[in-house]
């Protein structure tokens, strides 16, 4: 299956700064990635889904502006969780589809996953 | 974001025993379902994937299908100690803005005890 690799694994910051997630694509290409985010014991909620060359899409209630998404090359998406707060400590995964099939309706394969940890 | 029920736990089997896991979507024109197992503190990693009414077999897995009530499950045969970790059912959105999106259960955290 497809391989997704994601930086850092862990990370730590204080309340109002801005960290950055990456999720890389090994040795495929992909057009669009998704994002999830889960709190202890919750279900993996979708955030939103990142389209190279173009704008990302936003669940509903997810604020674009805190979580920016910049998919600027095919094999690389970014996640930037900007003026953290505590609230926002979670594990922050991404995926990618199989290039082998990329149909609608074929699984993701997830990334390792980021904890973040706000102060 | 679409509605994915499963059955609550958690489930606790003994090693050897079947362990049967239970998942009801809402969305009905979904044409994709998958399991995915996620042990603590790591990524959920795919084990089975159904798209037709029915069951699928791979191995000590079995996955149901029941479209028409809307149901998926996943039975385990021969459970394992290394198979105690948490059950995600996933449905894939089937029409419209949430095509090609997948949908997450809150999952089951299944422990088999030797």
């Known amino acids: 299956g497809a391989v997704v690799s994601q930086h850092p694994s862990r990370v730590i910051c204080k309340s109002g700064t801005s960290v950055k997630i990456e999720c890389r694509s090994l040795d495929f290409q992909a057009t669009t990635m998704f994002w999830y985010r889960q709190f202890p014991k919750q279900s993996l909620m979708l955030m939103a889904t990142?389209?190279?060359?173009?704008?990302?899409?936003?669940e509903q209630g997810v604020e674009k502006d805190k979580f920016l998404i910049n998919h600027a090359s095919l094999t690389l998406s970014t996640l930037t969780v900007t003026s953290a707060h505590p609230e926002d400590s979670s594990f922050y995964i991404c995926?990618?589809?199989?290039?082998?099939?990329?149909?609608?309706?074929?699984?993701?394969?997830f990334g390792n996953g980021t904890r973040l940890t706000v102060t | 974001q679409k509605e994915v029920e499963q059955n609550s736990g958690p489930l606790s089997v003994p090693e050897g025993a079947i362990a049967s896991l239970n998942c009801t979507y809402s969305?009905?024109?979904?044409?994709?379902f998958f399991w995915y197992r996620q042990y603590s503190g790591k990524s959920p990693e795919l084990i089975m994937s159904i798209y037709s009414n029915g069951d699928k077999e791979d191995g000590r897995f079995t996955a149901q299908l029941n479209k028409a009530s809307q149901y998926v499950s996943l039975l385990i045969r021969d459970s394992q100690p290394s198979d105690s970790a948490t059950y995600l059912c996933?449905?894939?959105?089937?029409?419209?803005?949430?095509?090609?999106?997948?949908?997450f259960g809150r999952g089951t955290q299944l422990t088999v005890w030797p």
């Open positions: 996933a449905v894939n959105g089937g029409r419209g803005s949430t095509l090609g999106r997948l949908y």
């Open positions: 995926s990618a589809r199989d290039p082998s099939d990329s149909s609608y309706n074929s699984p993701l394969h």
């Open positions: 969305d009905r024109v979904s044409q994709s």
């Open positions: 990142s389209n190279e060359g173009s704008k990302a899409t936003y």
